[in-house]
Each structure stands twice: as C-alpha cells, then as structure tokens.
Nanobody, 115 residues
Framework: VQLVESGGGWAQLGGPLRPSCTAF????????LSWARQVPGKGYEGVSA????????EYADSVKGRFTISRDNAKNMVYLQMDSLKPEDTALYFC?????????WGQGTQVTVSS
C-alpha cells in the first residue's frame, strides 16, 4: 500500500489550498481515510477522517468549519479543501489509512501559511 500526497505549498493568510492523496496497491473503497498533520517539535494531530462511502466525516475542532475532506473512490483519491488558513495551520500534512488509528501513511506534503 502506498499513499502519495500532493498539492501542498505556500498559501496566503486566509487563503485556500487543496492537498490531495492518491492510494496505490489497496482496495481503496473499503477503508476509512484520514488527514493528519505534524508541526516540528510537536506530536501528530488528526485533522479529519472520512468513512469508505463518505457518510461519516470527522474534523478536529481546530479546523472545523474551515476544512472539508472528500474522496473519489473511482480515482483512489482523497482531498482536503483548506480554507481560511491560519499561521497555525502550517504543518506537514499526511494522508493515512484508517480512522483515528492508522496502519499506512504517506510521506506528507508541507503546507506553509504566510502572513
């Protein structure tokens, strides 16, 4: 199983960014998928999770109302629409397989919010 993130980068304060993640080598549609993030010197924070058929979605309080997770099972992809970005959203964002606990992770895509 391989998860590959893309679409990170620099964003203006308050601006949008939309990282995406492609899954290889797995029956994608039967697993929950998540986005998590890590700030240097701090632990991981689960950002959002989505069930296999998208009927259950969860967000961390820190991103609720600003981020939207979605998935396209036909394309083996999961997305994280990030709006109203804040400096504290700067982190390495990971795509992971699972719901709150993960068995596979991607390498991550860096998101930096500049003011």
């Amino acid at each position: 199983v391989q998860l590959v993130e893309s679409g990170g980068g620099w964003a203006q304060l308050g601006g949008p960014l939309r990282p995406s993640c492609t899954a290889f080598g797995s029956t994608f549609s039967v697993y929950a998928l998540s986005w998590a993030r890590q700030v240097p010197g701090k632990g991981y924070e689960g950002v959002s999770a989505i069930s296999p058929d998208s009927d259950e979605i969860e967000y961390a309080d820190s991103v609720k109302g600003r981020f939207t997770i979605s998935r396209d099972n036909a394309k083996n992809m999961v997305y994280l629409q990030m709006d109203s970005l804040k400096p504290e959203d700067t982190a390495l964002y990971f795509c992971a397989r699972g719901w709150r606990t993960y068995d596979y992770w991607g390498q991550g895509t860096q998101v930096t919010v500049s003011s």
